[in-house]
Nanobody, 115 residues
Framework: QVQLVESGGGLVQPGGSLRLSCAASGFSFSSYGAYWYRQAPGKERELVASISVADVTNYSDFVKGRATISRDNIQRMVNLQMNSLKPEDTAVYYC?????????WGQGTQVTVSS
């Protein structure tokens, strides 16, 4: 059974940090690109960061310099370290794995940045 399970979300104060993790199972994770998206209330889902099978990373402008995406193919995980969090980072964060026409999503983890 294909699964992506996110963890690590929660409530954090502005300026704080969080490390989100996504555990993959049921498919050949190392052959898939991995992505983190987020969706704030009333807004479209947007790409936060991506990491290819060759560990090439890309970041959306709104997190550049504040986020680091990484993958561990042995542990079958993709992580997102986020620093200097802002209230506008509040959203549900989703991980995705994709390869060719295959695409799998997790259920999401809530991140709330508030004092």
């Amino acid at each position: 059974q294909v699964q992506l399970v996110e963890s690590g979300g929660g409530l954090v104060q502005p300026g704080g940090s969080l490390r989100l993790s996504c555990a993959a199972s049921g498919f050949s994770f190392s052959s898939y690109g991995a992505y983190w998206y987020r969706q704030a209330p009333g807004k479209e889902r947007e790409l936060v960061a991506s990491i290819s099978v060759a560990d090439v990373t890309n970041y959306s402008d709104f997190v550049k310099g504040r986020a680091t995406i990484s993958r561990d193919n042995i542990q079958r995980m993709v992580n997102l370290q986020m620093n200097s969090l802002k209230p506008e980072d509040t959203a549900v964060y989703y991980c995705k794995a994709a390869r060719l026409w295959y695409e799998y999503w997790g259920q999401g983890t809530q991140v709330t940045v508030s004092s």
